[in-house]
């Protein structure tokens, strides 16, 4: 019936929402006796500070702990789970920030906290054994979207979204460039500016989240305020304000106005977050 499953990092577990936007279940909640993440045993029925997930069928998914920086197969059963793979971090100041399914593989999007620097790990969906690296193109990024042979990757730090073959990790694309809402570098393009006087369209201001489907690139902007939707060549096709126009309404109803991840599902875009309110939902219908 559609709906959408969300890594809850602050309850520690995954919530179930309805296509309306609306909770109807949580799932996995860790034992309350147990305080430090750390020393949670690795066989106990609970999740430790989830933020992504990635479903590879067959009842299972793949999590990931952000406190413990691993990334763990969960066998998903009349609500109950069981460990079967864990996948840690590779090497100390790296942290694991998000994931995604590409065939037959998981893909690890990590960051090196020393150089900035993004790296991939290609995984064997269903074993967890590794494959391959590749990255170091991208600064910053926190989410990623596999589409077809391509993965796709917000890059924060440079205000693009860079588009690898997660076969050969080979970098193919850049759409995108850093915008201004003072940028008078081009009159020509003045007509392209949406209407709150914002980045013109087809250029970030700090891209967050990330979803692609049915030929389109769908981008969130933290610092822009928006969501973008791009064709696959990057021609802008349609602006999603995350704030309303209504200040007093904004305050009332806490919409969000720094975006966290994009999720697509049929012909509903989700925009979850941030990370610290991940409970608030906006429901969007695909243009």
């Not at 928006?226 to 919409?255: C, F, H, Y």
Request: hydrophobic share 40%; glycine share 10%.
């Amino acid at each position: 019936g559609g709906g959408v499953v969300i890594a809850d990092y602050e309850c520690g577990d995954l919530k179930v929402f309805s296509p309306q936007g609306e909770q109807v279940q949580a799932l996995f909640r860790p034992f309350a006796g147990w305080k430090d993440a750390t020393r949670l045993p690795e066989h106990s029925g609970g999740l430790w500070t989830p933020s992504a997930i990635a479903f590879v069928g067959n009842g299972t998914a793949w999590v990931l702990e952000s406190d413990r920086n691993q990334v763990v197969l969960l066998r998903l059963a009349k609500w109950k789970f069981r460990r079967i793979k864990v996948f840690r971090r590779p090497r100390p100041g790296v942290e694991i920030v998000d994931l995604a399914v590409a065939d037959d593989e998981l893909l690890v999007l990590c960051l090196d906290h020393g150089s900035g620097e993004n790296i991939i790990k290609v995984l064997d969906k269903a074993s967890g054994e590794f494959r391959r690296e590749f990255g170091n193109e991208s600064v910053g990024a926190e989410c990623m979207a596999a589409y077809g042979a391509h993965v796709y990757l917000a890059d924060p730090y440079n205000h693009v979204v860079k588009m690898f073959t997660h076969a050969d990790g080979v970098l193919r694309k850049i759409i995108g460039r850093q915008g201004s809402p003072d940028d008078e570098s081009d009159d020509e393009c003045d007509d392209k500016s949406d209407e709150r006087g914002s980045t013109r369209l087809g250029e970030f201001n700090e891209p967050y989240g990330i979803a692609v489907g049915n030929g389109q690139i769908i981008v969130s902007e933290n610092a822009g305020q928006r969501i973008q939707v791009l064709s696959l060549e990057g021609e802008p096709l349609q602006v999603i304000p995350l704030i309303k126009d209504d200040a007093a309404e904004n305050a009332m109803t806490g919409r969000v106005q720094i975006a966290g991840g994009l999720c697509l599902e049929e012909k509903r875009l989700w925009c979850l977050g941030p990370l610290w309110n991940p409970n608030h939902v906006d429901v969007f219908v695909r243009i």
